[in-house]
């Protein structure tokens, strides 16, 4: 349950169990009781939603859409995020990616397609869990070793928004592309009111209402599911999105638009 009464999500309860199992081995460690209570706990965890909804997915042009109405947003706060969001889709960045994206990390030719060099994330925390004492903190990548990289080729679509945030909002002293007007990284909650407000704009009322592209986090479905279904080879997509293939394939199994006339068409032609 959660702290307002209602049950809480499979992931939750599994995260939650898991830590209390671990506190509970520690305490067997030291002594405090002979055995783990847990192991004698007859119980079957919840299943976890671990496939992508397809209904949460934008098709291109109503990301494009959405991308124009970022900057309609605020006076200043949607159009400093548009790049930012921009990323998200078009790069199949995680949004903790994007946050600590960094000068040295892109190459923005004047024309043609670019290059990120993902080095580390900057995830969203309380002050007390980072050794700086601040909410926001870089880290390595999520699922990579330490200093670990990541490239992804981006579209010139990508370059030309980038090119363009930088030329008018510059970097932050560290080199981050993406900063408050103080210099400072955005809440989770302030670019996520923003992106409500873009659905808002963008969407008709029916579809602003619905799971389509609910978080700025449905940007990087959109963009992994793109690729799958424009026939790029998974390990390459799951490259540069940053999965295993197992889990990209898993994820992504009900998002692959498409593809069945195609695929049964090669087995038919294997039959002959």
């Known amino acids: 349950m959660t702290f307002a009464g209602d049950i809480a999500g499979a992931n939750t309860v599994r995260r939650k169990r898991a830590v209390l199992r671990h506190l509970l081995e520690q305490a067997v460690e030291q002594k405090v009781f002979t055995s783990n209570p847990l192991d004698g706990l007859k119980w079957n965890p919840p299943k976890a939603v671990t496939v992508v909804d397809p209904r949460t997915v934008v098709n291109p042009a109503q990301a494009r859409d959405l991308l124009d109405a970022v900057p309609k947003v605020g006076r200043k706060r949607g159009a400093r995020l548009k790049a ?11 949004p903790e990616e994007a946050a600590d994206l960094r000068v040295k990390n892109r190459t923005l030719p004047e024309s043609g397609g670019g290059l990120l060099l993902l080095e580390q994330a900057r995830p969203q925390s309380t002050k007390r869990w980072t050794d700086s004492q ?9 699922h990579r070793a330490e200093k670990e990289t990541r490239e992804i080729p981006i579209p010139p679509t990508l370059v030309a928004i980038l090119r363009e945030h930088i030329e008018e909002y510059g970097t932050a002293k560290d080199g981050r592309l993406f900063r408050t ?4 990284s955005y809440s989770s909650s302030a670019y996520s009111y923003v ?3 873009a659905r808002k704009l963008a969407l008709t009322p029916a579809r ?17 599911s793109l690729w799958l279904n424009a026939g790029v080879p998974a390990p390459e997509v799951a490259k540069r999105a940053g999965h295993s293939v197992d889990v990209l394939l898993r994820v992504y199994a009900k998002c692959m638009d498409g593809q069945q006339d195609h695929i049964n068409g090669k087995i038919n032609d294997a039959l002959i």
């Open 134 to 142: 601040q909410t926001h903190e870089s880290r390595r990548l999520k």
């Open 181 to 184: 007007s103080t210099g400072g």
């Open 208 to 224: 602003a209402a619905s799971s389509l592209a609910a978080r700025p986090y449905d940007l990087r479905h959109a963009a992994v």
């Open 84 to 94: 930012l969001f921009a990323s998200v889709y078009y790069a199949a960045l995680r």
């Open 195 to 197: 992106w409500q407000e």
